[in-house]
């Protein structure tokens, strides 16, 4: 979804600096983030991520990542390019939060054991100089290994992955899980798809591989 975005701006590329601000206290993005090798900033978004009733996992993810870019503010450097990301898991119908507890990890990755579990991942980069916007959805498909009881405790033990989407931590050990991963965008699992965002930010004049550092 792009609001407003000519398309003659997809061209348009400079190498003059922009300020770059990431909506996002994750480490995870910032660490991902951060292999552009562009100086940025980041706040943490003050939202709501609570799903809409009959919200579609694709529609959540737009919604939120845009929300999440709109909700910081300008920084004393000036008006940036904001990027914000969301990311949602879903199996057989049902989105997969966050999981908080140990008890909640342990009960999501036996659901998705020997499973296909699908991933969104939302990424909205806004100007602050003219509200422009676009968001960008992408998809990646991961298909767990049969995981035994055992393995699905000592795992969660060893990892406490709490604050993960899914109960696991693609960049650690959280990759033993899997039997394979489908995506065009492998930094997409682990909560910001990197190629989709170059070419994001090449939109709004931010070529990253010309840019001075």
Not at 46 to 69: C, H, N, Q
Not at 181 to 199: E, F, H, N
């Amino acid at each position: 979804m792009t609001n407003g975005a000519p398309k003659s701006s997809l061209h348009r590329v400079t190498s003059e600096a922009r300020p770059l601000l990431l909506a996002s206290s994750s480490r995870h993005r910032k660490a991902l983030l951060a292999r552009l090798q562009l100086p940025f900033t980041h706040q943490a978004p003050a939202i709501d991520e609570t799903a809409r009733p009959g919200e579609s996992p694709s529609d959540l993810v737009r919604r939120l990542a845009l929300a999440k870019a709109r909700a910081a503010a300008v920084p004393p450097a000036g008006p940036a390019l904001v990027i914000g990301s969301d990311q949602v898991a879903f199996i057989d119908g049902r989105i997969l939060g966050k999981p908080g507890t140990r008890h909640a990890a342990l009960q999501q990755l036996g659901d998705a054991a020997g499973k296909a579990v699908e991933f969104l991942t939302g990424v909205c980069v806004l100007d602050q100089a003219t509200a422009r916007s676009q968001v960008e959805v992408v998809s990646c498909t991961v298909v767990f290994r049969a995981l035994t009881a055992a393995q699905i405790a000592a795992y969660v033990d060893a990892e406490q992955p709490w604050d993960c989407a899914g109960s696991f931590k693609a960049e650690g050990l959280g990759i033993a899980l899997f039997e394979k991963i489908v995506t065009d965008d492998p930094t997409a699992l682990i909560g910001l798809p990197l190629i989709r965002l170059v070419t994001m930010l090449a939109a709004f004049g931010c070529d990253v591989l010309t840019l001075q550092r």
